[in-house]
């Protein structure tokens, strides 16, 4: 078994697994932080998935998308959480 | 060499990342939730990143791959923390087993701020009153 067919078969469908179990909260989520931070950790394991495939195709230019995603993943729920503290404070 | 630590940082990124959704699923409270993401969900990542830069060994990726991790590692806590201050003011109870809230009766509920600090504030405002007058 060498490198290739390990991530191929063992490490990538974990990943796929995780996502999935990840989506279930965000789908039953009962108040709105649950569905926040389900996002949150859905987007920091498409960044693991970016980072195993740029081993599987050999194409370190998709490490670039990753820090973009790092970035709007910090951005989304920082700027939910200021909004929701601000309806709270209207309200 | 090489090989085996891609093996190894892999294996254990993916291990960390399943726990970490596991957790997000089976926890019994949002701040729990939170923890879970925040502690484990990093780690994972962090080496799932690792493995891609023993694989490719060129000094550009690795710099690349070095910018993602400190830009994961500063952001998590930040994001985690404000989330969880969020999700105290909406009203978001406590697993009913635990039993310690260190923050009942700190927070002013309708500013926001720590009573502590206006406590001060005050004081220092009757302070400057009086040596006005």
Do not use: C
């Not at chain 2, 090989?3 to 993916?14: E, F, M, P, V």
């Not at chain 2, 780690?43 to 830069?53: C, D, F, N, P, Y």
């Amino acid at each position: 078994m060498n490198i290739h067919d390990f991530l191929y078969y063992i490490i990538l469908p974990i990943l796929s697994v995780s996502s999935l179990l990840v989506f279930v909260r965000f789908f039953k989520g009962p108040s709105i932080i649950d569905r926040v931070v389900a996002l949150d950790l859905l987007i920091t394991i498409g960044i693991g998935i970016i980072a195993i495939y740029s081993i599987l195709s050999d194409t370190p230019t998709f490490l670039d998308i990753s820090l973009v995603l790092a970035l709007i993943a910090f951005l989304g729920s920082v700027a939910f959480a200021y909004y929701l503290e601000k309806r709270n404070k209207n309200e | 060499m090489n090989d085996i630590l891609i093996y190894i940082t892999s294996g254990l990124g993916a291990l960390f990342v399943l726990l970490a959704a596991i957790g997000t699923l089976r926890m019994p409270d949002q701040y729990l939730r939170i923890s879970v993401n925040t502690k484990a969900a990093t780690l994972g990542v962090g080496l799932l990143l690792t493995a891609s830069a023993l694989f490719f060994l060129d000094l550009s990726v690795t710099t690349r791959v070095i910018a993602v991790i400190i830009f994961i590692f500063i952001t998590a806590p930040v994001s985690a923390h404000l989330i969880g201050r969020t999700s105290y003011f909406i009203g978001n109870k406590l697993w009913e087993n635990s039993y310690i809230d260190d923050l009942k009766g700190k927070y002013n509920k309708s500013t926001h701020e720590l009573k502590g600090l206006n406590k001060r504030k005050n004081n220092e405002e009757e302070t400057e009153s009086k040596s006005e007058s």
